[in-house]
């Protein structure tokens, strides 16, 4: 372990952001560059459990009391090689995951937990820094084909295991560049384009081949392509959002939160868009739903000079500390401020959405709400409670609700589960030969799920095509690896 007494000696740090009136000023991430010291000075908190609940938290199964000592022993090739044993892409996961580890870290019965997810980070970073991590030649081909639709992280770590398995992997995007949510839905400050785009990169070097602006099942049937290849990951996210359908709905100026979220990705990256150019820049923002892409929408209107941006939730306001029904490991349900809360915007709880108001024209000019009262698992309007917010532009972060059935879906006939998600047993779809991971089997999630998806739906693959004798065949606490 690292030292022995590390978790008593060191409190938990993580480094600085910049303050929230400079970071507003553009899209870079938050993060100042810290010390190689403070580091290694958080993975001296490690306690290395008996039992190490961190795993368990991991939808991947890090191992993480080990790459905790490595980077305390300074020996970051070793944590390297550790961290990406399990997790192809820890530079996703470093910047932008919520850390389910973290909430069940046994330090956290107490004390802070161990900062795992920055510790990840820099090994990465560091890796990458160093020149660890460089193109590996992939031997054994075995002249297999596999298709994946969609380069999102599921889509990006099924073909990463499979290519590196031996098999001809080619993934079908029908966004100009690969990367899935990562690409063009969670904004810059929270992961710069560079990160996926350094990955796409070092995997087309590896020989993955991305083919973009591809939709198939418009651009090419998915029959075809299930005549050319030995197998189908079908990695399509779960694109359709929920609607607040209510009175004024179609008012210009009430738009579903990816129309605002892709379109300031492109811009940032210098990508045309067709669609009408959709702006907070002095408008009054209400942004509906409480989640990571109500957040996502409050710092993009800051960034764009919103002159107001309140946001609704209809759940009621979490407790500072957990409470007896959400001990630990579970993962905390407590209140927390997302960084683009943060820089500013007035959070409403318990409040429904009644209706959108327009003007004469047709524009939203103002949204009409009531508070609520939860009881139990269900909710009534609180008399007298209703109010109008003034309101130009209304983002809706209410949630998916399963993958788009035209096109693909319809083409290849497989069954959908009762949510309307891509039926799967073990990750196999209704159709032999056809597999499927990540959101559009288990609805909107997580990256680090999507990863763990992407790697358990290739080893399912692997098994198929070589008639079990799949090379995908090692385990981790949860996951597989090479
Ligand atoms: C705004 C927002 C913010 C988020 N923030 C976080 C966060 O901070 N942390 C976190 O862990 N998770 C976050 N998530 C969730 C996370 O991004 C997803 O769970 C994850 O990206 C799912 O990965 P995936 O590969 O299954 O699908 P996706 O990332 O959705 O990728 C699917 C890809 O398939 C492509 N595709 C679909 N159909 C076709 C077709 N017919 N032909 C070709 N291509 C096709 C799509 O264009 C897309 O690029 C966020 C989600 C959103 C919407
Ligand atoms: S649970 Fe926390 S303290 Fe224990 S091994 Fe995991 S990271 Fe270290």
Redesign the pocket.
């Known amino acids: 372990m690292g030292s022995v007494t590390g978790f008593l000696n060191t409190d938990r740090q993580l480094p600085k952001t910049r303050g929230t009136k400079e970071r507003i000023t553009d899209y870079k991430e938050l993060y100042v560059p810290h010390s190689e010291e403070l580091t290694v000075k958080q993975a001296s908190r490690c306690m290395d459990c008996g039992v190490p609940f961190c795993h368990n938290g991991c939808p991947l199964g890090n191992i993480i009391p080990d790459f905790n000592d490595a980077v305390y022993q300074e020996d970051w090739e070793k944590a390297a090689d550790l961290l990406l044993e399990t997790n192809n892409f820890p530079e996703f996961?470093g910047r932008?995951?919520?850390a389910p580890c973290e909430g069940s870290c046994v330090l956290g019965i107490n004390k802070p937990p161990v900062a795992i997810e920055h510790i990840e980070k820099s090994i990465i970073e560091k890796a990458f820094k160093k020149n660890y991590i460089t193109p590996v030649e992939v031997k054994n081909r075995n002249n297999k084909k596999v298709a994946i639709?969609?380069?999102?992280?599921?889509?990006?770590a099924a073909g990463d295991q499979l290519n590196k398995a031996g098999y001809l992997v080619t993934i079908?995007?029908?966004?100009p560049e690969p990367?899935?949510?990562?690409?063009?839905?969670?904004p810059d400050f929270?992961l710069e384009k560079w990160v996926v785009e350094r990955r796409v990169e070092l995997m087309k070097n590896e020989g993955v081949e991305f083919i973009t602006n591809?939709?198939?099942?418009?651009d090419v049937s998915a029959d075809k392509i299930l005549t050319e290849y030995d197998a189908l990951m079908l990695?399509?996210?779960?694109?359709v959002p929920r609607d607040v359908p209510t009175t004024g709905r179609n008012l210009k100026g009430v738009h579903f939160?990816?129309e605002f979220?892709t379109q300031q990705n492109k811009r940032v990256s210098d990508i045309d868009f067709k669609e009408e150019e959709l702006l907070a820049t002095d408008k009054n923002v209400v942004v509906i739903g409480g989640g990571?892409?109500g957040s996502?929408c409050i710092g993009t209107s800051k960034r764009q000079g919103a002159k107001s941006v309140v946001q609704f939730e209809l759940l009621m306001e979490p407790p500072k500390v957990r409470g007896n029904n959400n001990p630990w490991p579970e993962w905390p349900l407590i209140f927390r401020t997302s960084s683009s809360q943060e820089e500013g915007c007035d959070r409403k709880w318990s409040i429904l959405t009644k209706a959108f108001i327009g003007n004469k024209k047709g524009e939203i000019e103002g949204i009409q709400t009531v508070d609520i009262e939860w009881k139990g698992r269900k909710f009534e309007e609180i008399p007298e409670s209703e109010k109008v917010y003034p309101c130009d532009l209304a983002l809706l972060a209410v949630g998916?609700l399963h993958p788009?059935k035209e096109?693909?879906l319809t083409q290849l006939n497989v069954e959908l589960d009762d949510r309307g998600n891509v039926k799967a047993d073990n990750f196999k779809t209704s159709r032999e030969g056809v597999f499927t991971?990540?959101?559009?089997r288990r609805g909107?999630?997580?990256?680090?799920?999507?990863i763990h998806?992407?790697r358990e739906a290739a080893r399912e693959v692997d098994l198929f095509l070589s008639k079990n004798e799949g090379k995908l065949t090692s385990k981790t606490s949860s996951g597989y690896h090479l």
């Not at 639709?149 to 990006?156: L, Q, R």
């Open positions: 996961t932008i995951c919520p639709i969609g380069s999102g992280p599921a889509g990006m079908f995007e029908r966004d990367g899935g949510l990562l690409r063009f839905g969670i929270k591809c939709n198939v099942g418009v990695a399509g996210g779960a694109t939160a990816m979220l990571d892409t996502d998916f788009q096109g693909l991971a990540g959101d559009m909107q999630s997580l990256v680090v799920w999507a998806e992407g």
